[in-house]
């Protein structure tokens, strides 16, 4: 594998192997490093549990989410996502919240609030945690579920051919990082009122006999993608239309004047699972969906081609550069302000903030 | 239960109900809020899943590790041992670290080792976990475990006559934080260097058949005793002798020219196991004890008369308020220096300062 392709091109992959060179792994322990959103240890004949621990660090430090019940709802759903995204059901969350003293009272009951809602929204429970006193809060969390009968999932599988769905249209995630980034204050209160990511479990438990690979939208699809391109060894090509949109968060970004394509490219979520499904499965698959109460939004298709392509009505195709937009905030040593200049930089280079996304009705 | 006695006298216990007030409790969980060192959840006959979250939040923002492999090793070691109170085999943990720039490099290599080296000392994985920037350190982790077998062990359980023990002498964690606080920098230098607490797995395990209750010792002996005695409306009588204390603690007390009735009150803990043994077990169980590779330390025994009565010989009763110390770091609006000045004055007032501890065999 060339080294622009290697998920070594990534520095949060080398940070994370680098701080995880000493440890041993367990030998029930089913999935390697960075292949999968949860953890996966066998534990019995067709039989997993699957873990996974998630922080909230910049939205918090940042002071993104105005609302703790934001910052709790997002914290609860950031962990059961990873679940989701292996096909496991919840058994519940634990929390490690480490609050300043200005947080007691009201801000903890708020967050307390969201996290409880977020819970009970997807038929889960938070079984104790952790709280303690910092100079700045952390709001960390951990969840455990089981996977039951195989097929497994991971992000692992994706074949050259197989088509490539999100559970949703996507963008709600960027449209609020960009009105807040950008200092839009205004808007950014009203998509915080209206963002409250589901994680989708039910989704995930139904897709998992279909998938050959699965991976949640923590980070944005484009996120997501370089990360499956490189585990996988292919590329993609993505129909880059406005069916791939939210709709709320397309007016959000008509009314600040931004453009569309950041929606798809940056790197804060919504938390939808992008998943690929082979191609001799596909009709089955199509026909099966018909049935289903949600329809999966088509992507694009795996490429032989390293890179990621996107395509859109009018235009020649544009090259994303994950690893770009991946290894920036480290490029910028950690400043946001830098990271949205950078940013927007990079896509007016490569055209695509003239990109008008074609008029296909868009997702809700 | 009297208003002095009860768990809500403690503000950390009000702050946790305070906050957890609208989660909804999992149907299969066994354990109440403040009633086991780890949650445990029934997951089929027999068989129970206990999970865990702690984060070191003062010893970090404080700097009283001044080597992050402690940091490592005692984030593993506090997750673990609340797997080893509840008597459960661990699966592995999960760690999310919020790091600042500057830990970059050889500060997170040494955590991580320290982290790595732990694990392998009892045995067990770190099965993976999430790494974040942050303003300041903040290191969290969650551990799984089973349980197989009744019967089950939590806090609760002690009547009046059992007999309370611990797995080995403490005191270490009391010594190195009165070092610290107390600007022994020095001291606490050597002392840090030998503070590699172990998480008592194996002891939790062979336990379990034998106790009523069981807690761990991550916040001393006296906050441990002051929980238990609430949560089952019992007192403690203490043998207060220099056999609770562990001997490499005691030298480097007396080094610091300070007494020793801190290593047995203050709030560093050393994770060892409380255990009470019903009185009528307590032959049977101290003839089985005979052939461990360990031995217990017997520390007490559980009266009808609440409070904590301190035995020393030659000095009548001392009584030991568990609120006054729980609640004095709140009281002192987080303050470790006032603290520490209300901590001495509290121990004085009591006359423990000039209690010298008898010279029966120091444990070690």
Redesign the interface.
């Known amino acids: 594998m060339s080294e622009s392709v290697a998920l070594e091109a990534i520095a ?1 992959v080398r ?2 192997d ?9 030998p029930d ?1 089913v999935n390697a ?1 960075h292949s999968s959103d949860a ?1 996966i ?1 066998a ?1 019995g004949p067709e039989r997993w ?1 699957a ?5 909230l ?2 939205e918090i ?1 940042l002071g993104m989410y105005q609302d703790p019940y934001t910052a709790g709802w997002v914290l609860v759903m950031a962990n059961l996502s990873d679940l989701a995204a292996v096909g496991a059901r919840p ?2 969350l ?5 609050l300043p ?1 200005s947080w007691e009272g009201n801000v ?2 708020r967050l ?2 969201g ?3 977020a ?2 929204a997807v038929g889960t ?12 809060p ?1 709001l ?1 969390g ?1 969840a ?1 579920g089981w996977i039951e009968g195989a097929p497994l999932v991971t992000r692992v599988g994706v074949q050259a051919g197989d088509s490539l769905y999100a559970t949703r249209a996507v963008g709600l995630g960027n449209a609020y990082a960009t009105a807040f980034l950008m200092g839009h204050t205004t808007v950014a209160r009203d998509i915080e009122s209206v963002y409250r990511p589901v994680a989708r479990l039910a989704e995930g438990l139904q897709l998992r006999p279909w998938v050959s690979a699965m991976m949640d939208g923590s980070d944005g699809l484009m996120t997501s993608l370089d990360q499956l391109a490189r585990l996988n060894g292919v590329g993609w090509e993505i129909e880059f239309s406005s069916h791939l949109l939210n709709a709320q968060a397309r007016r959000f970004m008509a009314g600040m004047n931004h453009p569309d394509w950041a929606l798809l490219c940056g790197e804060h979520g919504d938390y939808e699972l992008f998943f690929t499904v082979p191609e001799n499965r596909q009709p089955a698959f199509e026909a099966a969906c018909a049935n289903w109460d949600w329809q999966p939004v088509r992507v694009g298709v795996a490429s032989t081609t390293p890179g990621i392509r996107l395509h859109a009505d009018g235009y020649a195709p544009f090259s994303f550069d994950g690893s770009f937009v991946r290894n920036l905030l480290t490029n910028c ?2 400043d946001w302000r830098a990271f949205v200049v950078a940013f927007w930089q990079y896509g007016q280079a490569q055209g695509l903030d003239k990109v008008i996304l074609d008029t296909r009705e868009a997702g809700s």
Chains 1, 2 share one sequence.
């Open positions: 949060e940070a994370i680098a701080f995880r060179k000493g440890f041993r792994a367990h322990q490093p953890e240890v534990i549990l873990l996974t621990t998630d922080a660090s910049s430090s058994l519940g634990l929390n490690t919240l480490s003293p903890s009951a307390s609030a996290m409880a809602d819970a009970a429970y938070i079984l104790g945690g952790d709280l303690n006193e910092a100079p700045a952390v960390s951990s455990v040593q950690g």
